[in-house]
Structure formats: C-alpha cells, structure tokens
C-alpha cells in the first residue's frame, strides 16, 4: 500500500515540472466531519495536480492520497476530495469542535458547516446572542455529518456544473438533475447563501436517480407540482428585510368592559386614579416583548420592517389601517386583540394572501372560512377539546367528571362530553358525571353526593371544565373538605384560568394535587428565561408579564418561520418546531379552516406545595 502510494506520489510530482505555468489554488471555506476527523471540501479545477493542492493547504500529499483512495486513477475536474485540517485549526475535545470565528462569517454559515442547529450553538455558546466577533471562539457539538440523503457528506462525490440561467430557480435546477434543492444548497452554500444569481456555476451532485427531462409533458409536469408540498419546496433567505406589521390598541378610553383572554380577569375600564386600562397596558406589554425579540433576531441575521399601528379600538380605524398602500405589502401580520377589529383584518388578509396571527383572541365564530387565520391563544373549549385528546386513561384509577348545570346545553359543553364519554367507552374504564348548581345545595349535601362518587381505596381523578369563578370556587372547596376529612388521594383537573381566579384559595390547588392544563407556562430556571428578564427589566425598568413573554415569543417563532418558508409559511407551520420562553407552538389546521395553536402543558400544585410542568 505505501509503496503504491509513493509511487503515484513520484508520478504526480514529475508531472507539475511538464506545465510551463502552475495554476494557483482557491483554498475552500467548506468543512466537514467524517469519523471524527475535520476536512476541508476541495473541488478540483482545470490544471491543478495533487502538488498545488498539498502546497495550497500545507499537508503533505500521501495524507491527501489516504483520505482520498479514489485518487489513485488520476484527478478528475470537478471531484471532490477531503483535505486534512491540522490540528491547530480544529482545536477539539471530547465533546466539542472549537471554531474561530472569521470575518464576514454568520451564526447561520456556521451551523452548516457544521450540521448543527443555531439553537444548539446559541445554547453553549450565550454571548453569540449579541453577535459574532472576529475571532472568538465558539465551542460546536460533535456530531457525524451525512448530506441531505443520509449518503456520505463528501466522499469523492462527482458533480456535473451547471450555469444558473435568466429567471430560474433552485427548485426548478433541482428537478431538472433530479437532485433535492437542500442537496444542491449543501455543496454550493457559499455561492448561493445571497441568493441565486445569473452565471453563477453551481456544483450539481451526480444523481442515483434518473433525472427527470426537460421534454417532460407539460401536463404531466403540472400534475407532478400540484402534489409537491410548498414545504418541501427550499426557500433561501437572502437578508432582504419582511414587511411585518403589527396592530395594537394602544389608545386610552373608558367604560369599555372588554375581557381579553381567559387568564384575565380584569375589565377594560378606566382607571380613576389616571392609570393605563388594563387594554392598553396589554398592548404595552405585548410590545415590549416583541421588540426584545426583533433585537434577538436582528443579531441572528434575521431584517425586519415593522409598521406598528394604533387601531385606536375601532374597526373604522382598522379600515383605514388596511387601506393605506403599504399595509398590502405585508408578509405578515399580527394582531388586533378585539373580534371587530380582527374581522376586516382577516377578509383582509385572505383576499391578499397575507399571514394573519392572532395572538390573544382566539374565538372561531365569525372566522371560520378564514384559512389564514392563525390562532396563537385557546379558548376554554379549545382547552377542554386538546385535553381530552391527550388524556390517558388509567384503569386503576376512579374517574368522575363535574359539569356546570346551568350551562349543560351549551354546544361547546355538549362536544366535550361527547369526547370524554368517548375516550373512556374506548378504553373500557366506567367513570362518574356529576351536574352541580352554584349556591343550590348546602356544603353537607354537596360533599355527601361528591361522597359517594369517590373512592378511599384508589386514586380519584377529578375533572372539571369550567373556568367560572364562583362554580369553581364551590366545587373545588367541597372536594378540599371531603379530601381532608377522610384523607381521600385526588387528582383534579382544570383549565389554565384557575392559575388567575383571585377567590379560589392557593391552599385548594396544593391539598388537590390540582393539575391545570394551559397553552403557556414560563419555567423561571431557564437560562433563556433568565436572559430574558435581565434584559427587559434593563431595558423597561419593570417585571415582564405573560403578554411580555407572548410578544416574544409570537415575534421569535413567526418572523424564524419567515425566514424559513418564506411568505407562504402558513401551511408548512404543523412542518416547524421552535422552542419559545413560554409554550412549544404545535400547529394544526382545524375542521374550521383556521391554524390553532394545539400545545398544552400540564401544571402541578403538588401537596409539598411545589409546583411543576410536565412540558411535553
């Protein structure tokens, strides 16, 4: 084996002394890792030896030769081939690949260079939160790199060339060589992270696939984009900034008794003593925490145009908002909070094509044939229908269900009965329902009946759906007396509103094993959360609010959406998981036309009187 590696090393080093001129080499930026060991990815051009190319790289050329067995046959233009990286530039340990940051380099570029997620760069390295310096070292997880089809990253791969051509795309390129468009964007990152432009060679993998040709039928071809997913098509973002608009009831006004979302309790009323309406101070709040989020994004490469407006709790004023000649140009819209002024907004928006996010209102009625309307909050029936899709059911357990009588026709009650008598039919377990009426019965008949329905030898598991004050306040004080009374193990469960009702007394929620299941839950030990309220008590010199976390979070995971999909996001969302300060947003389009935000956590007020997240 050495001997026929020097002697192809002879026969290469004679034949740079035939060429009158020596051909210099462009030493490449692209990386990868193969068995543990770093290569740069060299592309051969016309006239190099292996020579040039181990001078260029300063590696000796039997190093090259191993690396690259495929060599022994002579260069071929356009290979690839693998070039050790010395140790001084891969600094590394155990866990980590140590990289220097270098000039014009951007947190995207470096996570494909490494085949790993920016979030996983940001989470051990925090200060690239501020952006990249020249020269700071970034610690970069261990992980084996394979291109796009699972096949080897670079591995002596041949590549055909080809010259992008007037008015084509990645996706159309990528279909004619039958080759996937993140593929391609793979061995041509360098040449493409700005955007496809004319001339430019790109580098096409040979395909094990017949490429599909270009007589193809145009029928046929048709038919053949109608069933590709619009997420399956790539977008490259090339730094142009979105056009996203944000709409807020900022202004001051009276005697509006408008309940925002179900975790609020408070009415819109002025204040006498001169002091922001609840509305308004929602708005603030929600803003505070969109801007924080766009100063994150901004650092991530990530440019936005924001149109903030006041829509002054109009709908008239909304109208004219829509009207005006840049608002159609919006790639994205948030907002308002109040059903009037949502209404023309989401006409808006599905006449144009725009995404509309809705981020507290979350009410379908009135909405329902609005495909684009995407619903970030959840009413209580939405609540109640997500929990039983998730409830598991525990043979050894006694279940008993307690429903409001005075709202027991109710559509939205009626449904969610048909789903837990359903789930439990299914699974072959017998549970108890309970019809109770605020203030009707004495405390001692309530709790006998409640009595007769629990169980001293098992664990009772208690749901109730219902979020009104006095009805939930009366059942669950019942259930804590009988509970303590005859030291009876319970399970209850409610919705994400009863973290708020002022009359319902803390000492229930822990003595329960109360679990309260809820789209939002801020863990305050997390280190992005931490950062975050360093930074916005900095920043506002106040306490972030759940509505500071929701603007956050509503600006981070939409406008990183944009910058993934593009403007036609709304569809591929159910496609886009990204971790927020406050919720995971799982997306899926509902039998109403509308996108709903489905996630759910679960809240413990456990009887040690902790209180956890089981944030699945």
């Not at 233009?77 to 155990?94: F, H, M, R, Y």
């Not at 229930?508 to 939002?520: D, I, M, Q």
């Not at 900095?538 to 959406?561: K, M």
């Amino acid at each position: 084996m050495i001997k026929r590696i020097l002697a192809l090393l002879t026969l290469l080093s004679v034949s740079t002394f035939l060429f009158s001129q020596e051909v210099q080499v462009k030493i490449s930026k692209d990386k990868v890792r193969v068995d543990g060991k770093t290569y740069y990815v060299h592309i051969v051009q016309t006239g190099e030896t292996l020579y040039s190319i181990s001078k260029a790289y300063g590696v000796n050329q039997s190093d090259i030769a191993i690396s690259n067995p495929d060599i022994y046959a002579g260069l071929k233009v356009g290979q690839a081939l693998k070039i050790p990286v010395s140790i001084k530039e891969t600094q590394s340990d155990e866990d980590y690949i140590y990289h220097i940051v270098k000039r014009k380099e951007t947190l995207f570029g470096i996570s494909r260079m490494y085949n790993v997620s920016m979030e996983d760069i940001i989470r051990l390295n925090p200060e690239v939160k501020e952006g990249l310096k020249l020269s700071q070292t970034l610690r970069i997880p261990k992980k084996p790199i394979a291109d796009i089809e699972q096949q080897p990253a670079v591995d002596s791969v041949e590549f055909i060339l080809h010259e992008v051509q007037p008015r084509e795309g990645l996706f159309a390129i990528s279909r004619k060589y039958g080759v996937s468009p993140k593929e391609i964007e793979y061995y041509n990152y360098e040449l493409i992270k700005d955007g496809l432009k004319l001339g430019t060679t790109l580098r096409i993998p040979k395909p094990k696939v017949k490429p599909v040709a270009e007589t193809t039928d145009v029928k046929a071809e048709n038919e053949m984009q109608v069933k590709v997913s619009p997420c399956e098509k790539s977008y490259n973002y090339d730094g142009h900034p979105f056009n996203v608009a944000l709409l807020l009831p900022f202004t001051q006004t009276g005697n509006q008794a408008q309940t925002l979302v179900e975790d609020v309790d408070q009415k819109d009323v002025q204040d006498p003593t001169g002091q922001l309406t609840q509305i308004t101070q929602v708005s603030l709040e929600f803003y505070e925490g969109f801007l924080l989020a766009l100063d994150t994004l901004k650092k991530m490469g990530i440019s936005v145009n924001l149109n903030v407006r006041d829509t002054k709790r109009s709908s008239h004023e909304v109208v004219k908002i829509i009207e005006s000649k840049d608002f159609a140009k919006s790639d994205l819209v948030i907002g308002p909070y109040i059903y009037e002024e949502i209404k023309p907004v989401a006409e808006f928006a599905a006449k144009n094509n725009i995404n509309f996010v809705s981020p507290i209102y979350s009410n379908k009625e009135g909405l329902a044939d609005k495909q684009n309307v995407i619903s970030v909050s959840q009413s209580l029936q939405n609540q109640l229908e997500i929990f039983a899709k998730n409830l598991k059911v525990d043979p050894n357990k006694n279940y008993l269900v307690i429903y409001d009588s005075t709202i027991w026709y109710s559509p939205g009650l009626k449904h969610f009965d048909s789903l837990i008598t359903q789930k439990f039919t299914h699974a072959g377990v017998a549970f108890s329902k309970y019809n109770h009426k605020t203030a009707a019965y004495s405390s001692v008949d309530v709790q006998e009946r409640l009595l007769k329905m629990l169980k001293r030898d098992t664990v009772n598991v208690v749901i109730v759906p219902s979020d009104d004050e006095p009805f939930t306040a009366e059942i669950l004080g019942n259930l804590y007396a009988v509970k303590s009374y005859y030291n009876l193990n319970t399970e209850v469960y409610g919705p994400s509103r009863w973290r708020k009702l002022k009359n319902l007394p803390p000492d229930y929620l822990f003595a329960l094993n109360t679990h309260v299941f809820s789209p939002f839950y801020v863990d305050y030990s997390q280190k992005d959360v931490k950062n975050f309220v360093e930074k916005y008590r900095e920043q506002f010199r106040s306490e972030p609010t759940q509505f500071s976390f929701l603007g956050y979070d509503v600006a981070f995971y939409f406008i990183s959406a944009l910058k993934e999909f593009g403007p036609s996001l709304t569809p591929c969302l159910s496609t886009f998981s990204l971790r927020t300060l406050q919720t995971n947003f799982k997306f899926n389009i509902t039998k109403e036309g509308y996108e709903l935000n489905s996630n759910q956590f679960i809240i413990r007020y456990a009887p040690d009187f902790t209180i956890s997240c089981n944030c699945y």
